[in-house]
């Protein structure tokens, strides 16, 4: 596999960087979305420093060198990074299916980490948009990430970021195969999108990303009927107060989509 590539991040901001015990202090605020515990390890406490920052090839190479704990840290930064920043196809499938890796690992050290599984649902859902439809299915995908997230909110019922993703997952599937076949072969619905996406803005109430993917799945499941409201949770991201870097891309994502 060639070497991963790395951008830097286009919105730097002093007030992104938590140094010392300003992390655990903010560590409710900065995971509120992902339920991600507070390691103990200092090591993997300064990958997530340099995440929030914006670093993420830092964060990246601290918490995979430090392993246990770290291993989330490196997992979220790799799929935000290559998501968020990265153009070329082939270097976001690769980012995707190390962090995949990582995550597995992740698993295996930390079985009760929700993260462990969500990370690894939330990297192979954008593994399978760089693959064709037939590709993904035939690999499974579709079960492995559902298996994933399942995990996840077993894990931690109230994991507003796997609820996004879970109302995601529903949506793509209905998007791609149909109401019926998505219903009697992967157990999605529109029904269920809606719940779990309501359920994640419930949780995380100012959240940019919750808000762009329930935007793109109303787009996806009710086309022009649903514009209006798609239109307005856009607007809200857009506006949306960012106190990180995943949060700040988040925001201009937003803002991008409107432009378009």
């Not at 996004?164 to 269920?192: F, N, P, R």
């Amino acid at each position: 596999m060639a070497a991963l590539k790395w951008k830097t991040f286009p919105y730097p901001s002093d007030n992104y960087v938590y140094a010392s015990t300003a992390l655990k202090k903010n560590w409710a605020r900065l995971h509120r979305g992902d339920c991600e515990p507070y390691p103990a390890d200092k090591q993997a406490q300064e990958a997530w420093r340099q995440y929030h920052q914006g670093n993420f090839e830092q964060a990246y190479a601290i918490g995979t060198e430090a392993g246990g704990e770290g291993l989330t840290a490196a997992a979220k930064a790799l799929a935000i990074h290559a998501a968020a920043l990265l153009d070329d196809e082939r270097a976001k499938m690769e980012a995707f299916q190390t962090a995949m890796t990582l995550a597995e690992a992740a698993q295996e050290v930390m079985p009760d980490n929700p993260n462990s599984y969500y990370f690894y649902a939330m990297a192979a859902g954008r593994y399978g948009q760089t693959i064709s439809i037939a590709k993904a299915l035939a690999e499974g995908l579709a079960g492995k990430i559902k298996a994933a997230l399942d995990k996840t909110l077993a894990i931690a019922p109230e994991h507003g970021e796997a609820h996004a993703a879970y109302g995601s997952y529903h949506a793509e599937i209905v998007g791609k195969v149909g109401g019926m076949m998505a219903g009697l072969t992967y157990g999605a619905s529109k029904d269920q999108a809606i719940e779990h996406f309501d359920k994640a803005i419930a949780l995380m109430p100012d959240s940019a990303v919750a808000r762009i993917e329930y935007a793109n799945a109303l787009i996806n499941l009710f086309g022009n009927k649903k514009m209006d409201q798609a239109t307005q949770f856009y607007n809200e991201a857009a506006e949306a107060v960012s106190v990180e870097a995943m949060e700040r891309l988040d925001q201009q994502r937003a803002a991008d989509e409107l432009e378009d």
